[in-house]
């Protein structure tokens, strides 16, 4: 399992005339929160493209229990729990300074190649960099 | 069931360096196919919320098969298929120009008293627009 | 002189918690109506970037006189009111479903070459398609 | 004379299909600085809000020197030069992280009473809180 947290603090264009975050701007929060998860693991996604290969989401799943406000600064807790392969799945959970559950959301992501368009394998690097968190290794590492 | 069909033309500001649309952006195209559908049964999204009742979005899910690009002329097909309650589920199918199915997705919304913040059934106007929609198939079932 | 006038209604995303379309919003509007205008002279913005000619923005300029608010039916009214050179410059003025006029803006967008990344005149076809609102010729006609 | 500094990181959502961030997606940067050189005061904007008084935008200017691309670290640096009154101006310059000016803007703003939607002066905490980086100036002028 990886973990990571972010924060990140919501901003006036963010919002709707109900005051509350527009439901579609949870995403581009979400993806601050999978990029910022990637470079804690020494990688860049930026350098992943400017390699060749691209993240484009396959699924996208959110469930809104309370809404954000303006200026709230939030909390987005990201779990990717199984290996990656081809796909790539990342939980979310965002809370708000309060600690209080917001949303929970999930993302699919598909590593594909930008020179045949076609889904493959995650590169070398980002295998290497995410292996010691799902190799059953682990386990026994603690016996 | 109801059922509208809209056309959204894809804004470069919503495309991202990939080249497709960005993932978030999708939320505003159903949006726009939400409001059009109220719109067509002769109520008006804008009016609901003058007279005090919101609708905020409570569950969103969408599965991204083929990216939309810059400029294409996008079909949105919405269905409300369940008699709206407290709940009103919608369900959208997004083609291209081509005819080809790039996304399916679904949003369940609330409707919400503006004044206590609580859920409620909806108003008088929006029963009364769509009853027909879900009561002739409810008697032919009985038969 | 070449004009353009292009409706576009106010999505729920492009609100803020003020209740007033978000100043950075206009942008994309005024994109449209540029992309449409030209349209319009029976050429492609996308397909100009297809044959390798892009227009970044160089400048823009924005008054906004009174807030449009969600769901107005907006009319974007542009001109090109100077012959396209290696810059291209377009003014705006924006009026609600009232008539009231809300917004004053222009931008100026500068013809870039997508294999040299260096400034460049307009392509043949833009030339073709414009070059008769601007020319002395015009005048004579009114004779 | 206020300044204030502050990092933005370029989000995906903020791309463009040139790979750029889009030309729009600017007037959030420069809504973060602000609010963040407001609450370096010891203010808050939100807080000003829901005080009653508001600062919707009344003028925008920017010039695009050079493009800004996914995932720079930009710095905005943001001055207020003017001692504020019915009207706040805000310049600003944008820098990536090489040090390069990519963008130079300018939004004049307006106090605006959220009772009666008409122009006010700053309030009082405002007035307060900016008074000594204009005041020392004035006096030594009228030496």
Redesign the interface.
């Known amino acids: 399992m990886i973990y990571h947290e972010e924060k990140v603090?919501v901003?006036?264009?963010?919002?709707?005339?109900?005051?509350?975050v527009?439901?579609?701007?949870?995403?581009?929060y979400l993806?601050?929160a999978r990029?910022e998860l990637i470079r804690s693991l020494g990688l860049?996604?930026?350098k992943m493209?400017d390699e060749g290969v691209?993240l484009?989401?396959?699924?996208?799943?959110?469930?809104?229990l309370r809404?954000a406000y303006?200026?709230d600064l939030l909390t987005i807790k990201t779990w990717i729990r199984e290996k990656p392969g081809m796909k790539l799945r990342f939980d979310y959970e965002i809370e708000n300074q309060e600690g209080m559950l917001l949303t929970v959301a999930e993302t699919t992501l598909v590593f594909v190649s930008m020179e045949t368009f076609k889904p493959m394998q995650p590169p070398q690097n980002f295998i290497e960099a995410t292996q010691k968190y799902f190799e059953p290794a682990r386990r026994e590492r603690k016996n």
């Open positions: 603090r901003r006036y264009s963010e919002t709707d005339k109900m005051g509350y527009y439901y579609g701007n949870y995403a581009s993806e601050v990029v860049s996604y930026k493209e691209m484009p989401i396959a699924e996208y799943k959110n469930k809104y809404p303006y200026d």
